[in-house]
């Protein structure tokens, strides 16, 4: 089977995108031969960003993804030309890899914790993995906040990275970290739009975005939580959202703005239609969590588990090898928003993330309970939500200046 049947009889893509999906591998190929040492999929997505438009460098990532799939290479952000590391710490990392998925860690999880991995191996410089002890670790997380001068958050990634390879994979006792030098926290407070701020943003938004803007503002999403909604997480009744398996694993049900239910149901009419034409062609379904794909076998075919903001097109699951269709790309999303902030000529540090701030702020300033901010958020911890006390309009304006007196 050559590589164009593949695209038309296995993952479904029209006749007339096939030559387009054919040039992107020509160019992906010009590419890593050019760039031998940086040839992951990401470099290469980041090298057309000033020549393509969005949807262009979309198709081209999906074509990249087809092609290492149909050549046998089902690593995502490969390539064959890649060079080897070391063969030992490759069956180590591959280890750890199922390690995490035995113990469901999410995607976004795995691709952190091998990514600092990597970073890891590079330091003690091809080490052997059998004379490593809890001393290495400790001089790397001293390193990256010494020498790299990282921030406490990202130190802390890297520390939980180090601890499930030494703990689950190497069975090697962690001991006296109590040395280890820390990252000193930065205090930032969160960045905060008004509401003429989003307003003007989301006008400027293509539609698809701007409806997926105005979710996770409207209930205070993250943006995987958006993303990973499903026709059946919505409740046009009520209004509301189910979140599933957000943050820290956690079910829990938010707000959807009653002026959005309009748009939705013509954006589900749109999906719909998506979803009835994969049926007729009898294409890959969605993809879905493992455990319930055992419970309920014909779930990744039916309309209440499809995606409410599906890809076009049909991808290779990263977990399973398998042909899956999967939710919009992330980067879509964040590039349509960062434009529509640049448009406005707003100069605050906005992003994706600033909207789900924005949600909680403006609830505090509303008079709403913390606690049921909280809720909301889906926050463990109060501390965490109490951070918005400190943003909110409400709470500062409310304090009278003592040097009101001296200046009128």
Request: glycine fraction near 6%; charge should be positive.
């Amino acid at each position: 089977m050559t590589y164009k049947d593949y695209l038309r009889e296995k993952a479904g893509i029209s006749e007339k995108y096939i030559p387009y999906y054919e040039h992107w591998i020509t160019l992906y190929h010009k590419y890593i031969k050019e760039n031998p040492e940086n040839c992951r999929l990401t470099a290469f997505e980041k090298s057309l960003l000033s020549q393509y438009k969005d949807w262009q460098i979309d198709q081209a990532v999906e074509s990249v993804k087809h092609y290492q799939f149909y050549s046998g290479i089902k690593k995502q952000e490969s390539s064959a030309n890649c060079p080897d590391s070391d063969s030992e710490w490759n069956r180590l990392i591959e280890t750890m890899k199922q390690m995490l998925r035995l113990k469901h860690r999410s995607y976004q999880t795995e691709k952190s914790y091998l990514k600092w991995i990597q970073s890891f191996h590079i330091y003690i410089k091809g080490k052997n993995t059998a004379q490593l002890d809890s001393r290495d670790m400790k001089n790397f997380l001293t390193y990256l906040a010494v020498e790299k001068k990282v921030s406490l958050s990202t130190q802390n990634q890297a520390f939980n990275s180090l601890l499930f390879l030494y703990r689950s994979v190497l069975e090697i006792p962690v001991e006296d970290l109590g040395n280890t030098i820390r990252s000193k926290l930065p205090s930032r407070l969160p960045v905060v739009l008004n509401k003429d701020e989003i307003r003007s943003i989301l006008s400027l938004m293509p539609p698809g975005y701007r409806l997926m803007a105005s979710i996770i503002y409207g209930g205070g999403l993250r943006l995987d939580e958006c993303l990973s909604l499903r026709i059946k997480d919505l409740d046009l009744d009520v209004p509301s959202v189910t979140v599933r398996e957000g943050k820290g694993k956690k079910d829990r049900i938010t707000l959807l703005p009653t002026a959005l239910v309009p748009l939705l149901k013509d954006h589900i009419l749109s999906v719909k239609i998506i979803y009835e034409s994969g049926v007729k062609k009898d294409l890959p379904g969605v993809s879905i969590p493992e455990s319930l794909n055992r419970k309920y076998p014909n779930a990744f075919k039916e309309w209440g588990w499809f995606w409410l903001f599906p890809s076009k097109n049909i991808t290779v699951n990263p977990y399973t090898g398998q042909l899956n269709r999967f939710h919009l790309h992330p980067s879509g999303l964040q590039r349509a928003f960062k434009e529509a902030v640049r448009q406005t000529g707003i100069t605050k540090r906005a992003s994706v993330h600033t909207l789900r701030h924005s949600f909680a702020t403006h609830l505090l300033e509303a008079g709403y309970d913390i606690r049921t901010i909280q809720e909301l958020m889906g926050h463990s911890s109060l501390q965490t939500t109490m951070i918005y006390t400190h943003v909110a309009g409400k709470n500062r304006l409310g304090v009278i200046s003592p040097g009101e007196s001296l200046f009128t």
